[in-house]
């Protein structure tokens, strides 16, 4: 079965440098959600989107911006990095049709600023 | 604010034992409450979802409990073997954007 694909699996950034994350959710999946997870932490959410409107808003710096496109994919957008971004940045798509609400997760984005 | 706690933090067995963990919210207004997996630097699998109209669900070896009153559920690993070993995280979701909020997890060592 198909399941959530993040790209890329891992980058390295500097300092002041801008990221992009690229999420493509489970086909027929119409919500779709970012978490960070700081080394030895649980993930936090950031922002999630419903049908291509964003749906809730996180713990997410005003660095940070997101949307999701026409054919579902949703991109995180990273701007002016930090040493504390460094995280895995996780993706989730689930479908809210009939409420079942069930996450299911990429294997995650590993980015490290230097 | 919902607050998501698992206790013990880390537990480390011999394999075949039997072994619960625990988790608890603060608000009882959760919409589900979903169980994960995951290995060192990988992603989150999901194995159990309970609906907050449901008292349990089973899968293979595992069983989730959920007592939304109290605020609790378990989560039963029966039989553990080395292969279990991993970090098992709680995730509630409030609301009806389908957001999770995520303990600190359970870092399960089982020994051969």
């Known amino acids: 079965a198909a399941g959530v694909i993040q790209s890329p699996r891992h980058l390295i950034k500097e300092k002041r440098e801008t990221a992009t994350l690229k999420c493509y959710p489970i086909?027929?999946?119409?919500?779709v959600y970012w978490y960070q997870q700081g080394p030895g932490q649980d993930p936090q959410f950031l922002i999630s989107f419903y049908e291509k409107m964003q749906s809730d808003k996180g713990s997410i710096p005003d660095r940070f911006s997101a949307q999701q496109f026409s054919d579902y994919h949703s991109e995180l957008n990273m701007s002016s990095l930090e040493l504390g971004d460094s995280a895995l940045y996780f993706c989730?798509?689930?479908?809210?049709?009939?409420?079942?609400?069930?996450?299911?997760f990429g294997q995650g984005t590993r980015l490290t600023v230097v | 604010k919902q607050e998501v706690t698992q206790i013990p933090a880390a537990l480390s067995v011999p394999e075949g034992e039997n072994l619960v963990l625990n988790c608890s919210f603060t608000d009882s207004a959760i919409y589900n409450l979903q169980w994960f997996r995951q290995d060192p630097g990988k992603g989150l699998t999901s194995l159990l979802l309970i609906q907050s109209s449901q008292r349990e669900q089973t899968s293979g070896r595992l069983n989730a409990s959920l007592d939304k009153s109290s605020g609790r559920s378990t989560l039963y690993i029966a039989a553990s073997q080395p292969g279990d070993s991993a970090t098992y995280l709680c995730?509630?979701?409030?609301?009806?954007?389908?957001?999770?909020?995520f303990g600190q997890g359970t870092t399960l060592q089982v020994k051969p």
């Open positions: 086909p027929r999946h119409d919500t």
């Open positions: 995730a509630v979701r409030s609301g009806n954007t389908g957001k999770l909020i």
């Open positions: 989730a798509s689930s479908l809210v049709l009939g409420h079942s609400y069930e996450a299911f």
